[in-house]
């Protein structure tokens, strides 16, 4: 089946990976590696404390997130990394990311080119 079939198997995981904050998370632990809550989130920039902990449940949910905690230190330790499921698709994401850091001086200038058109269509 093709993931742009509604009933493809692989299109909830599709859909899980091209969520808002999903692959800035993968990207920031394949960057900086195993995190805390705070560290992850202080990393992202922006991140509600829901969204991230949504965020994390659903990786670790998908096997792409690992958490482990350390009960010996109190309040217990917690760390987020990646699995290597999640390394995999996190080094597949860098070419998106690359791609993304390279053009994005393209993509704001088609933005600001767009704005002005529509924005003469309305005055017209």
Known sequence: MNILDA???SRDVFVDLADKWVLLMLASLRELGVQRYSELQRSLG???RKMLSQTL???????LVLRSVDPRVAPPLVLYGLTELGREVAEEARTLCTWTEKRAATVHEARAAY???????QEG
């Not at 449940?57 to 096997?63: F, Y």
């Not at 704005?115 to 269509?121: E, F, P, S, T, V």
Request: charge should be positive; proline fraction near 5%; aromatic fraction near 0%.
């Open 46 to 48: 922006g991140i509600s």
């Open 7 to 9: 009933l493809c198997p």
């Open 115 to 121: 704005d002005r058109r529509q924005a003469a269509a």
């Open 57 to 63: 449940r659903t990786l670790e949910r998908d096997g």
